[in-house]
């Protein structure tokens, strides 16, 4: 994608309507809908049945509409980047990876959060939950201490995942994250950007993929300053 000319102002702005409190309702309501989603979700499942398990899941907890799709991806399909549809037919296995991706509306505003599930006890599949999990930390705590610009924390990002074991995948970009639709403000990614993001404006996106074999790992949340982050 090109990379915006757009002031900082301009690109970080919320609409005039905006409330922090029900933006920030909207995240805590998307965190709890990922984990209720995960719950449904267990092996022998075809994906296309956990895609419905998401809609319903969303649709019983008050989200009238998605801003994206929700992405449920289980084993190979892990590896695909937003946007990709995923190889039909995909059954969860009793040692398997799987991750949930969501974008619901919740009374005007957009949430978005994404976390990876195991089933079994595949030691790599675990390292790589649990180190996607971990390399998002360390971006995050660099952005809290440095203010580095998004370009800079996803380099940093790509070196952690290289030292840990695993690959980057640069798709996953990161975006802006505000009262719908929030590409009327900002449509290009995080991994774009020559400024330090703002808190409460960007959604940091992390998906690494093993080097030899066919899975990866995903973690997504909203970059706030640690008193706000309780959830996910």
């Not at 090109?2 to 805590?28: N, Y």
């Not at 809609?55 to 994206?68: C, E, M, Q, R, T």
């Not at 705590?141 to 380099?155: Q, T, V």
């Not at 990161?174 to 330090?196: I, M, N, Q, T």
Request: with cysteine; proline share 4%.
């Amino acid at each position: 994608m090109p990379r915006s000319s757009a002031p900082h102002r301009e690109i970080e702005r919320k609409g005039p309507a905006f409330e922090r409190r029900a933006f920030l309702a909207a995240r805590d309501r998307t965190w709890r809908a990922v984990e209720r989603i995960a719950e449904c979700i267990h092996p022998g499942m075809l994906e296309e049945d956990a895609y419905e398990a998401a809609l319903a899941v969303l649709a019983d907890l008050g989200s009238a509409k998605n801003w994206h799709r929700p992405w449920v991806r289980f084993g190979s399909n892990t590896l695909k980047a937003y946007g990709i549809l995923s190889d039909k037919g995909k059954r969860l296995g009793e040692r398997d990876i799987f991750f949930v991706d969501i974008g619901p509306v919740w009374d005007g505003y957009e949430g978005d959060a994404g976390a990876t599930f195991v089933t079994g006890r595949d030691e790599e599949m675990l390292r790589c939950q649990a180190d996607v999990q971990r390399i998002f930390d360390a971006v995050k705590s660099r952005w809290l201490d440095s203010r580095d610009s998004g370009r800079e924390l996803y380099r940093f990002a790509a070196r952690l995942a290289q030292e840990n074991g695993w690959q980057l995948n640069w798709r996953s970009a990161g975006h802006r994250l505000c009262d719908f639709p929030h590409a009327l403000y900002h449509k290009g990614g995080l991994s774009e950007v020559g400024f330090a993001p703002a808190p409460e404006a960007w959604v940091l996106e992390i998906q690494i993929r093993h080097p030899l074999l066919s899975f990866g790992a995903f973690h997504e949340d909203l970059l706030l300053e640690d008193r706000e982050a309780a959830a996910g």
